[in-house]
Each structure stands twice: as structure tokens, then as C-alpha cells.
């Protein structure tokens, strides 16, 4: 029997890992423990000493990766917050109307808080204590919810006389609420805050009482 080109290349009992394919590994195993470093010291006290301690790993192999201490902190920030919003997505009942959807990311960010309170740190608290660029990068996440939170607009009779920057100042509220739960203790428990959540973000289009029925369906 022959085997494809590749395998046959390849030692027996051996394989070989690519240059790209091993970087990816150490890439992933500092991030994962720069995430629990960053949220447990906060940014301020974190050393990059800190961090290739808690990797297992090299000071040159981290400059290898990383340009310093708030890039690596951006890449922490970017790689949680793509997740989260590829489960929050997963969430999300298709066929479902604004409300529903809306009811429906509330939750997943409260699981984040939940499931992953470290990570939920990271976005909410150490982001805005990261300089200039991890506080550009935090500011640009709460704009990116705004278009999908003017979606209900079109629900409310009286949509367009709602405050210009009502979507603005929810989104703000909202992330002020949940910072201020991780900075007080942790995550436990934070679903029980939806029906609270869903009366401030959805209420204003739908009335707060149906916002409500949606947390607790």
C-alpha cells in the first residue's frame, strides 16, 4: 500500500511539528495563563515575570510572541471577547424578534460572568486600567452593541422620540453594573440580575413588564 505524500514523508513514529504550529501552542498556553494573571493582580501589578512564570515558559520565548505586557493584554482581550461572541451568537434564536434575541445576549453575557468570571474581569475591569489602547479597545467594544440596541427602535410607537443617546447610556450602564459586580466579588449568581438587565436594555421599547415576562421565559 502507498501512502499519501505527506504521511509518507513523514519518521516512522514520528511526527514532526511546524514551526507556526508549535508558536500557536505557546501563543495559547501564555494567553491562558496571562488571562488568570491579569484578572488575579489586576494589569497595574502584572509583570511579564508573572506571566512567563504562570506559562511555564521564557522571557525571550514571550518577546517571541508578544511586543510587551499591553499587547499581550490586547490579545487576551481580543481572544475572549471572540468567543464570547461566538457563543452568544450560538444563543441566539434565529427566527426570534428583537426582544427575544436581545433577552437572549443578556443571558450569555451574564454566563460569561457566571462560567468564566476571570475572563468577564479582563473585558469589564482590567481593560479600562490598560492604557490608552486597552481603554480605545474597551470603548470600541461597547460601541460595537449600539447598532443592534437601536433595533428596537422600530418596536416603540414612540421610537423616534426616544433620547439620541439613549443606546449610549444603556450600553454604558449596563457595562458600569457588571464591573461593579466583578470588582465587589465574583461572577455567582449573576444570571439572577436578567430580569433587572432586560428592564433596563429592552424595557424602553417594549415596556419593562414584557421585558421582564422575556428574562423569566
Known amino acids: 500500500m502507498t501512502l499519501p505524500g505527506p504521511l509518507a514523508k513523514q519518521p516512522v513514529g514520528r511526527t514532526r511539528l511546524s514551526r507556526a504550529t508549535v508558536e500557536e501552542h505557546q501563543r495559547e498556553r501564555i494567553l491562558t495563563a496571562a488571562i488568570a494573571v491579569f484578572a488575579k493582580r489586576g494589569f497595574q501589578q502584572t509583570s511579564i515575570d508573572n506571566i512567563v512564570a504562570a506559562a511555564k515558559t ?10 510587551g ?21 450560538a ?5 426570534a424578534g428583537w426582544p427575544e434575541r436581545a433577552s437572549a445576549a443578556l443571558g450569555g453575557i451574564l454566563g460569561l460572568l457566571e462560567e468564566d468570571p476571570m ?3 479582563i473585558v469589564f475591569v482590567e481593560a479600562q486600567t490598560a492604557g490608552c489602547e486597552g481603554l480605545a479597545r474597551y470603548e470600541q467594544t461597547i460601541d460595537s452593541v449600539l447598532p443592534a440596541l437601536r433595533g428596537g427602535r422600530s418596536l ?5 422620540s426616544l ?3 439613549l443606546e449610549e447610556a444603556t450600553a454604558a450602564g449596563v457595562a458600569w453594573l457588571l464591573h461593579e459586580r466583578l470588582v465587589s466579588g465574583s461572577g455567582a449568581g449573576s444570571r439572577e ?6 428592564a433596563i436594555v429592552i424595557g424602553p421599547y417594549v415596556g419593562e413588564a414584557e421585558a421582564r415576562r422575556l428574562a423569566r421565559s
Do not use: T
Open 163 to 165: 433620547p439620541a443617546n
Open 91 to 95: 444563543l441566539l434564536p434565529e427566527d
Open 58 to 67: 521564557s522571557v525571550g520565548s514571550f518577546y517571541g510572541l508578544f511586543k
Open 69 to 89: 505586557k499591553g499587547d499581550c493584554f490586547l490579545h487576551c482581550y481580543e481572544r475572549i471577547v471572540s468567543r464570547a461572541r461566538r457563543d452568544i451568537e
Open 119 to 121: 475572563a468577564a474581569r
Open 156 to 160: 416603540s410607537a414612540g421610537g423616534e
Open 193 to 198: 440580575l436578567l430580569p433587572e438587565l432586560a
